[in-house]
């Protein structure tokens, strides 16, 4: 096999599984490591510039680092059920913790570079570029149909879950940069946006339109029945303050949750919801379902709705056809009905939460804006740059309705095209990570990290009491860890960005680290090809989606062949090896966001 | 030495024995050890074996004398019965411990100091008298625990970490234990795994003196150029003349070899021993030839490794004492004083 070369910016990033999952990358271990040691707003800086709102992510963040997390490996056959670390509520604890971080936040340019970008929509998206292009210099114009700005994280996301206060002040912290925010404002036209000459044009705009259900009965009980995602910005307007006593929510998605879950909050005492697939298949998060039940909301599975049923124009219940899941020799699944007699329930209320779609009403089609079969803009995924050069697309709005970190993302990934593409450089040329290897050996057998490994069970996060939580739609239901939680919650991380990196020429193949490795990881075997090599290791690597670790030159000429997939970080290879032919060395990896480190000619970046 | 403990969680696929046990529930506490002793490679040998032959941990007695190779019982079997006796005496408190209750299984952990040197008679005896054990000296060529003096074993002409010559002959104990009547002798390599657990559970269930003189570097004091029990040295003149694989009775036996090449041997518990030749004309049968072999290879700088010897019909002390089957130790009162009657008659048959 190739020796590893750990050079490769990516090498170790990958091992770092929170943080290679994590849209916007951001350096989980780093952050968890300074809530343990009460440096909240150091914690909250780490965040703040790689995902832009750790207050709000930090209660609403789809999370996909959780599922990724080492700790749900290793745990395995060990713990009731193996669970990752509370990634995203320990980030909360940096916000709410952290104090005044005013003064280490950029400042308003002094000086404009004389460039003008326009962004439609005021969402996460459109933020995120702003907060990466304004300091630079940027004139960066935000046109929000809305009064304020925060998109769906201000317009869907129920109070309950996030509240006002939140995104005020990390909306506010973007704005004030000397970003010019246009509330109230709707771009009609993309033509006539083009036409008063800015540089570029950035379209966050995300996927506004809620699917509606087509059935028997629909325009007749019109008056009770919701596309969800308008029902709840009414909610969140204030609009709408009341609902029936039975509620139907169709749908299984994250949005029906937060439906059933406000239908709870104003009046709803007899709330369901109703899904076509299976309880497993249902897209909405686990955590999301858990919530919803435990507040007393069932959930029914195998249901196809058939007809709204109603009297003299008042919705009365809705009927269901049962079904079950059938899956062919591919393992595609079908719902196939299963004969059993139509199921009726009653209810007064329906709110249809079965998918959101992207609409660009605005947008000429003759623009040079090119629009594909679905609907959706043509873009260079990487650069995220439409048909027409001087236009990008980010969040929802580029690739379907997805969640904030995806749109966070998006628009580090946009601003850097911005900011080339102003510059007149090449946009498909892309900036290198950071990446900075430091030893952690402090001196015989002293370690700057804490190695220890808890065996400890996930932490749960506190919640309100359910009957004050449900009296007000505005209560935070979540009460957040608290310091004494969140540092017995963050002594659960593996730290994983503190990498084994080893030097077989110090090597003498003494066998100390094989003995000690709790976890099999290390094997000093003969070479051969990759799939071989994986099967006859000490313990054999069946991840492929995690690499060998390679160390090749040793005296034997046997490899040193490591397995990344379930390795604790504990240090004890390194604590053992007699020669230091092992070291534990932090990988403290940043993304290059839009600004000199990401231009033609600019120095590799170098961590102070 | 780590004062750090070894973290509980283990690999999500670690195989567990008939026993339900996985191989970590064989450890001890963590080695005290320096880093990248040899003596540690011997331990998790030990753990592999034991784990392996899905031993009960209580129905071992792992018992030492003195020096840092003596102190690994710690580190291993922590469920196990442990006994650290004075400096070489181990022999014969095992010996004791074997004749008081016969149905546990002794391991005895030494090093070549506390073997060679000051024990060089315990050692002797045992071997001698066929106590059913599995003797293990962790052999070094130094004292390691008192900083590095020269060892008995030392072979004479090797140098010292600051450069003194050997003068003395050394020891080779597999050759005493040969010579004494072991039935079951072997060397190995702590940096060889794959040959050591085979000989260890071999030697734990041979049903009489099994002795493994195991080469295993101290990285401290004698692992430079010049030593002839470096890392380096070892694997440059490591002859290896058979590997060994253990069948234990409930294992069927799968794998083929050309005919000639493997030696099998059934052992008193029904277990099979089978050796494979990689030494064209290596006899394990015989004990003549076997230190004849052993004697002259050293004559040209090697080090022979494997099964060197394996008496298939092998006894024990116990046996050649006529010692009733019932552990000693179980025996009561009643079987113990059997009355004066039975005294009279007993005396009467002296007379
Ligand atoms: C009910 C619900 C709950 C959700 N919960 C979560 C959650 O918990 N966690 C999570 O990560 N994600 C969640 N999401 C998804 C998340 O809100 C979106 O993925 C994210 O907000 C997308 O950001 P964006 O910047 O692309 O667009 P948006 O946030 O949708 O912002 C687009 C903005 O553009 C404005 N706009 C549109 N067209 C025009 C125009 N022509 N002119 C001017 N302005 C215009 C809109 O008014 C809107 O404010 C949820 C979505 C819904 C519907
Ligand atoms: C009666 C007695 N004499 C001397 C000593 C000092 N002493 C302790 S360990 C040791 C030698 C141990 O050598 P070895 O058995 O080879 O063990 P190693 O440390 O090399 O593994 C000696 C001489 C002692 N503890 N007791
Ligand atoms: S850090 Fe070293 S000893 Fe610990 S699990 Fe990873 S490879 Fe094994
Ligand atoms: S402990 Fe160090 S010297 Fe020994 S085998 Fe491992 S890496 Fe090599
Ligand atoms: S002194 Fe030598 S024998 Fe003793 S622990 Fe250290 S390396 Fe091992
Ligand atoms: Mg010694």
């Not at chain 1, 003064?103 to 439609?120: D, F, H, I, M, Y």
């Not at chain 1, 904030?404 to 007149?424: E, L, T, Y």
Request: glycine share 10%; aromatic share 6%.
């Amino acid at each position: 096999m190739k020796p590893t070369d750990i050079g490769t910016p990516d090498y170790f990033h990958k091992v770092v599984d929170c943080q290679w999952a994590c849209p916007a990358h951001t350096p989980v271990p780093e952050y968890i490591r300074l809530i343990a040691q009460g440096r909240y707003a150091d914690a909250y800086m780490i965040n703040w510039t790689s995902n832009v709102f750790p207050g709000i992510l930090g209660r609403t963040c789809d999370r996909p680092c959780e599922p990724a997390c080492r700790r749900g490996r290793v745990e395995e056959n060990q713990g009731e059920k193996p669970e990752p670390v509370a990634i995203c509520r320990l980030k909360r604890v940096a916000a709410d913790y952290k104090g005044d971080v005013k003064s280490r936040l950029p400042r308003p340019a002094a000086k404009k570079n004389g460039k003008r970008v326009a962004c439609v929509g005021g969402g996460p998206a459109s933020l995120t570029v702003a907060r990466d292009l304004a300091p630079l210099g940027y004139h960066v114009t935000i046109f929000e149909a809305d009064q304020r700005a925060g998109g769906m994280i201000r317009t869907q996301i129920p109070k309950f879950r996030l509240p006002e206060s939140v995104i005020d002040e990390e909306v506010g912290y973007v704005l004030d940069l000397d970003v010019d925010f246009r509330p109230n404002h709707r771009v009609e036209s993309l033509k006539e946006l083009l036409g008063h000459g800015y540089d570029a044009v950035f379209v966050g705009s995300g996927a506004p339109r809620g699917r509606d259900l087509d059935v028997p009965g629909r325009e007749e009980a019109a008056k009770h029945i919701h596309v969800g995602i308008e029902w709840l910005a009414s909610v969140s307007f204030g609009h709408i303050t009341k609902v029936g006593r039975r509620v139907i929510v169709l749908g299984g998605g994250n949005t029906a949750m937060d439906c059933c879950r406000s239908a709870r909050r104003l009046g709803g005492e007899d709330v369901k919801v109703i899904v076509r697939s299976g309880y497993e298949e249902m897209k909405a998060s686990p955590w999301e379902k858990e919530d919803a039940v435990h507040e007393g909301i069932p959930i029914l599975n195998f249901l196809v709705p058939k007809a709204f049923v109603h009297e003299q124009g008042r919705l009365t219940g809705m009927t269901f056809e049962k079904v079950q899941a059938v899956y062919d020799d591919k393992g595609r699944r079908s719902l196939v009905p299963t004969g059993e007699p139509e199921q009726h329930f009653e209810c007064d209320e329906v709110l249809v939460a079965v998918g959101q779609e992207n609409a660009f009403p605005w947008i000429e089609r003759d623009t040079g804006v090119e629009f594909d079969k679905w609907g959706m803009p043509v873009l260079d995924p990487k650069t995220l740059q439409s048909t027409l050069p001087s236009v990008f697309f980010g969040g929802d709005a580029a690739l379907g309705p997805k969640n904030i970190i995806w749109a966070v993302a998006h628009g580090h990934d946009a601003a850097i095209s911005i900011d080339r593409f102003c510059r007149g450089e090449d946009v498909a040329v892309r900036p290198p990570a950071l990446m900075n290897l430091v030893s952690q050996k402090m001196g015989i057998h002293e370690w700057i990290y804490d190695n220890q490994i808890v065996p400890d069970a996930r932490n749960r996060v506190p919640l309100k009491e359910l009957t004050i939580a449900l009296k007000d739609i505005r209560q935070e239901v979540e009460l957040g860890f608290d310091p004494e939680l969140a540092w017995k919650e963050a002594q659960r991380c593996l730290n994983c960005d503190v990498q084994t990196v080893f030097v077989p020429k110090l090597c003498i193949e003494c066998d100390a680290c094989v003995d000690i490795c709790p976890m099999d990881c290390i094997t000093f075997t003969a070479d051969g090809e990759e799939a071989e090599v994986r099967a006859r290791l000490n313990a054999p690597a069946r991840n492929p989606a995690q690499d060998l670790y390679v160390g090749a030159g040793l005296k034997t000429g046997r490899i040193m062949a490591k397995d990344e997939d379930v390795c604790l970080h504990c240090g004890m290879c390194a604590e053992r090896c007699p020669t230091g032919a092992w070291d534990m060395q932090k990988s403290f990896i940043e993304m290059t966001h839009a600004g000199p480190g990401c231009r033609e000619g600019a120095a590799p970046r170098k961590a102070a | 030495m780590t004062y750090l403990a070894k973290p509980k969680l283990h690999h999500p696929d670690l195989p567990a024995n008939a026993l339900g046990f996985t191989r970590r529930d064989y450890e001890g506490t963590i080695s005290t050890l320096c880093a990248g002793c040899g003596h540690d490679s011997i331990s998790a040998a030990i753990i592999q074996a034991c784990w392996e032959l899905a031993i009960q941990p209580h129905r071992v007695a792992k018992l030492s004398g003195i020096g840092c190779s003596s102190k690994t019982p710690t580190y291993f079997l922590d469920k196990s019965h442990g006994f650290n006796s004075v400096h070489g005496r181990m022999p014969s408190v095992l010996t004791g411990a074997n004749l008081a209750n016969r149905d546990l299984i002794y391991l005895g952990v030494s090093g070549d100091g506390d073997s060679a040197s000051i024990g060089l008679g315990q050692f002797a005896h045992s071997m001698r008298r066929g106590v059913n054990m599995t003797y293990i000296v962790e052999n070094n060529g130094v004292y390691g625990l008192t900083k590095g003096q020269f060892s008995a074993t030392a072979d004479r002409g090797s140098k010292s970490k600051r450069g003194a010559v050997n003068t003395d002959e050394g020891i080779d104990l597999a050759i005493l234990a040969l010579q004494l009547g072991a039935t079951f002798v072997a060397r190995s390599f702590s940096g060889d795994k794959e040959q050591l657990v085979p000989l260890i559970k071999g030697a734990l269930t041979h049903p009489g003196a099994a002795f493994i003189d195991v080469v295993s570097p101290c990285v401290a004091f004698n692992n430079h150029e010049g030593s002839t029990r470096s890392y380096d040295y070892v694997r440059n003149h490591n002859e290896a003349v058979n590997r060994l694989d253990v069948i234990t009775v409930h294992r069927e036996i799968t794998a083929e070899y050309p005919p000639g090449s493997v030696q099998e041997v059934r052992q008193h518990d029904g277990s099979l021993l089978r050796l494979r030749k990689l030494s064209e004309d290596y006899d394990s049968s015989s004990r003549i030839s076997a230190m004849s072999y052993v004697q002259s290879r050293y004559a040209h700088g090697e080090i022979v490794t494997g099964l060197l010897y394996v008496e298939p019909g092998a006894g024990d002390l116990h046996e050649s004492l006529g010692t009733v089957d019932r552990p000693l130790n179980e025996l009561g009162e009643k079987e113990l004083c059997p009355g004066s009657a039975a005294l009279a008659k007993f005396n009467a048959s002296l007379r």
